[in-house]
């Protein structure tokens, strides 16, 4: 498997999966160039992207999506309430109704819920053969019933959206600052490092933090955060990074 983060914060999202069969996207926020572009910077053409799985329906996930399947024809992985509410792609040929669980050839895609202000939000565990890279981002929490899928996983990708005093004391109206404090909102850093701290286990080889919150964090934040929790509980792991709005990260070779 290969992996490798276009982009991840309020601007937009979208994350690069090819496994030994098919060329994945999750998410496609941005635009079009900008997806188009950064996939050929690492030298995938986009019109090989055959499968773009949709967390929800927010505009920083999907705002690509339609000028994307005008040129291009991916199917997109999508639950039946998200495609309800998706009025533009009614009609579109190429869909792939999700559950809980997505099998294609010798990848498996365990679709979880998770706890977002958006229609029928969702996680993703992507599995081939011994390889496995989790994706939690826009959650207000971890359900402690899908630990089980979550644990000791090589790659996660992991929400660490906001530092609570920098959000409590910045420029969001208090409606805003509920929400993202919410349980229908996103994880602080707090709480991704106190989550991965119960997650990662003696497979993982490397966590991204995602989805920083340009206003109410920063990434010396984020990472001194992981790093105090993992020192409180005696875990040793030092490859932990963050992804970032505008730039794509390392391809990760799994």
Not at 28 to 35: A, L, Q, V
Not at 109 to 127: A, G, K, W
Not at 128 to 133: A, C, I, L, T, W
Request: net charge negative.
């Amino acid at each position: 498997m290969k992996v490798c983060i276009l982009a991840s914060g309020s601007g937009g999202n979208s994350t690069y999966i090819e496994t030994d069969n098919h060329k994945i996207l999750i998410d496609i926020g941005k635009n079009r160039k900008y997806i188009v572009d950064k996939l050929a910077s690492i030298g995938v053409d986009a019109k090989d992207i055959d499968y773009i799985f949709i967390s929800h329906l927010h505009d920083d996930h999907i705002s690509a999506l339609k000028m994307f399947i005008k040129k291009y024809n991916p199917t997109i992985v999508i639950s039946n309430p998200m495609l309800r509410e998706l009025d533009s792609i009614h009609d579109y040929p190429h869909l792939l109704i999700y559950e809980d669980e997505v099998i294609l050839e010798s990848l498996k895609v365990t679709c979880i819920h998770s706890s977002h202000d958006s229609t029928d939000s969702r996680n993703f565990i992507f599995e081939e053969k011994n390889h496995s890279v989790v994706y939690v981002t826009d959650t207000g929490y971890v359900n402690y019933k899908n630990f089980k899928y979550l644990k000791n996983k090589e790659i996660y990708l992991f929400e660490s959206n906001h530092d609570v005093e920098k959000l409590q004391h910045g420029p969001y109206p208090d409606w805003l600052k509920m929400r993202v404090l919410s349980d229908y909102g996103h994880l602080s850093n707090n709480l991704c490092s106190v989550y991965l701290s119960k997650l990662i286990g003696e497979n993982t080889k490397k966590i991204y933090l995602m989805h920083l919150s340009e206003k109410n964090n920063t990434e010396e934040l984020a990472l001194n955060e992981i790093n105090s929790v993992f020192k409180k509980y005696d875990i040793q792991f030092n490859d932990i990074k963050c992804a970032k709005p505008d730039e794509i990260s390392e391809v990760i070779m799994l």
